[in-house]
Nanobody, 120 residues
Framework: QVQLVESGGGLVQPGGSLRLSCAASGSIFSIYTMGWYRQGPGKQRELVALITSGGSTNYLDSVKGRFTISRDNAKNTVYLQMTSLKPEDTAEYYC??????????????WGQGTQVTVSS
């Protein structure tokens, strides 16, 4: 059984910063791409940032230059450093990871979500 546990969300003023963390635990053979998605009120879930096992990254255009994704492979953890936050960044943020649990079993896993609210 694999679990992804997120932390670091909260209420922040516009222009502020937050750092999200997501730790994977359980029976893990290997972790491939990890990423962060978000779903704002009345909106569809969208990809915010992802990072491959080799460290290549990709970002949603609206967060480029403000958000940074990173990972610590030794800790099976992915981070999202968010700066210059805007009200439109308000959303539930979800961690996602492509995980191999056995030599023949590989699938996507999701965290439970962490709320980020940007408001004065």
């Amino acid at each position: 059984q694999v679990q992804l546990v997120e932390s670091g969300g909260g209420l922040v003023q516009p222009g502020g910063s937050l750092r999200l963390s997501c730790a994977a635990s359980g029976s893990i053979f290997s972790i491939y791409t990890m990423g962060w998605y978000r779903q704002g009120p009345g909106k569809q879930r969208e990809l915010v940032a992802l990072i491959t096992s080799g460290g290549s990254t990709n970002y949603l255009d609206s967060v480029k230059g403000r958000f940074t994704i990173s990972r610590d492979n030794a800790k099976n953890t992915v981070y999202l450093q968010m700066t210059s936050l805007k009200p439109e960044d308000t959303a539930e943020y979800y961690c996602n990871a492509d995980i191999m649990t056995t030599i023949i079993t590989r699938r996507d896993y999701w965290g439970q979500g962490t709320q980020v609210t940007v408001s004065s």
